[in-house]
C-alpha cells in the first residue's frame, strides 16, 4: 500500500477533532490526497454499530460484546474506506482506531491488551497506522469539556486513569510509530507539533 496511515488517539476531550482539521487543511494545501474519518463509524453499518455501541440506553452491556462490537465496525472501516483509500495513494487521518479498543476495553475493562489487540489484528487483516498520534490528557480535564456524556464518557474517573496509562504503555512501547502530545498546550503549539512530526514522517518517504 502506497498511501499514510494516520490516527489520532486520546481520552475525552482532549481536542483530537480540531486538530484533525487542523492537519488535514496543512495536508490538504500540500497537494496531498486527504480521507478523514472516525471509529467507530466511517460506514453507514458502523454508524449503525456506533449508535448501539456508544447508547446510554445500554449501560452494563456486557465488555465482550463491547469489544466485538468494535471490532465489527473496524473491520467494515477498513475493507470498505481505509484500505481503498490506502491503496489509490491517500492520507488517511482516522479518529480513534486499534489503540482505543486496547485501551478502552483492553485495560479499562480489563479483558487483555493481547487479546484485545489480536482481535483487531483479525479483523483489520494487519491493517495498522503508519505514525499514531495520542493527545495526552488529565481525564479530570478532558471530562469537564464533555457537555452529554455517551455510554463510555459516562464511566469513573478511575477507568479513564486507566485508559489513560494504556494510550501511554503502547506509545511507548513503539516509539517510531507514536507522537504523545501533551494536551493542556495552546492548539497552535499542539498542531506545530503535529505538522513537524508528519512532515518529517511524509519527507522521509519521498
Ligand atoms: P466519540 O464520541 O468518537 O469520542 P471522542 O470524541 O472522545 O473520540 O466516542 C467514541 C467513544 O468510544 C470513546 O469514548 C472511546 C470509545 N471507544 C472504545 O471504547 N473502543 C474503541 O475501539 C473505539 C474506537 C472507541
Given amino acids: 500500500m502506497t498511501g499514510y496511515f494516520i490516527a489520532f488517539e486520546g481520552g475525552e476531550g482532549a481536542g483530537k477533532s480540531t486538530q484533525e482539521g487542523l492537519l488535514a487543511a496543512h495536508l490538504a494545501e500540500s497537494g496531498h490526497a486527504i480521507v478523514r474519518t472516525r471509529e467507530p463509524g466511517g460506514t453507514p453499518a458502523s454508524e449503525a454499530i456506533r449508535s448501539v455501541v456508544l447508547n446510554p440506553e445500554f449501560t452494563g452491556l456486557d465488555s465482550r460484546a463491547e469489544a466485538l462490537l468494535f471490532a465489527a465496525a473496524r473491520s467494515e472501516h477498513?475493507?470498505?474506506v481505509i484500505r481503498p483509500a490506502l491503496e489509490r495513494?491517500?492520507?488517511v487521518i482516522c479518529d480513534r482506531y486499534i489503540d482505543s479498543s486496547v485501551s478502552y476495553q483492553g485495560v479499562g475493562r480489563e479483558l487483555g491488551?493481547?487479546?484485545?489487540r489480536d482481535l483487531s489484528i483479525w479483523a483489520t487483516q494487519d491493517c495498522v497506522p503508519d505514525l499514531t498520534i495520542v493527545l495526552d490528557v488529565d481525564p479530570a480535564l478532558g471530562l469537564s469539556r464533555v457537555a452529554n456524556p455517551d455510554r463510555m464518557e459516562a464511566e469513573p474517573i478511575e477507568f479513564h486513569r486507566h485508559v489513560r496509562q494504556g494510550f501511554l504503555t503502547l506509545a511507548a512501547l513503539d516509539p517510531a510509530r507514536y507522537l504523545v502530545v501533551d494536551a493542556r498546550q495552546t492548539i497552535d503549539e499542539i498542531a506545530a507539533e503535529i505538522r513537524i512530526r508528519v512532515d518529517t514522517e511524509l519527507g522521509a518517504r519521498s
Avoid: K, L, S
Fill in 89 to 91: 495513494g491517500d492520507i
Fill in 78 to 80: 477498513v475493507a470498505r
Fill in 113 to 116: 491488551i493481547h487479546t484485545i
